[in-house]
């Protein structure tokens, strides 16, 4: 994209991306104390934006959500379901079976794992949720797989 048509990503004091392997067990504690800094002494904002993410990580990033109450919102969009052997791990979740004549398993058991992170950034399945969540779907996307999963911390 050209500079001028994204300004605000060109002024470091605005914003800061961090790239971070989530699925390492220390994050979570790096991530809390920026985010603590980044509240606390310069009264920013944070926002957890996940977007196409694949697997475990859109549970990962609900994990991080839930557990750093410092930031204040999620926007997520699920990609594909977590692999057959992390599936087992999930408590609360579990892929339908194809049915005879139903054509789009597939498609039904993403909606069906979308659904059920929206009930994790709720809150359903622990004592740390959030009120006002919403769930859409995005027509532009140039995929079936269009869920926006968006939490707001009250």
């Known amino acids: 994209m050209l500079p001028h048509t994204i300004p605000h990503f060109l002024d470091e004091k605005q ?16 991530v809390a104390e ?4 980044q509240t606390q002494e310069h009264g920013r904002t944070c ?4 977007m ?6 859109s549970e990962r990033a609900v994990d991080l959500f839930e557990r750093t109450p ?12 977590p692999k057959k052997h992390e599936q087992r791990k999930l408590k609360h979740f579990q892929k339908a079976k194809p049915e005879d004549g139903e054509e789009n398993t ?8 979308s659904r059920y992170l929206k009930e994790r950034v709720e809150g359903y399945y622990s004592s740390g949720g959030v009120s006002d969540v919403k769930f859409y779907t995005d027509d532009e996307m140039h995929t079936e797989k269009n869920a926006i ?3 707001i911390r009250n």
């Open 52 to 57: 196409h993410l694949c697997g475990m990580l």
């Open 15 to 30: 914003i800061q991306y961090l790239c971070r392997d989530i699925m390492v067990d220390g994050m979570f504690a790096e």
């Open 47 to 50: 926002i957890l934006v996940g």
């Open 149 to 151: 999963i968006v939490g």
């Open 70 to 81: 410092e930031i204040m919102g999620i926007v997520l969009s699920p990609c594909c379901l």
């Open 34 to 37: 920026i985010v603590l800094q």
């Open 106 to 113: 597939d498609l039904f058991n993403y909606f069906k794992w």
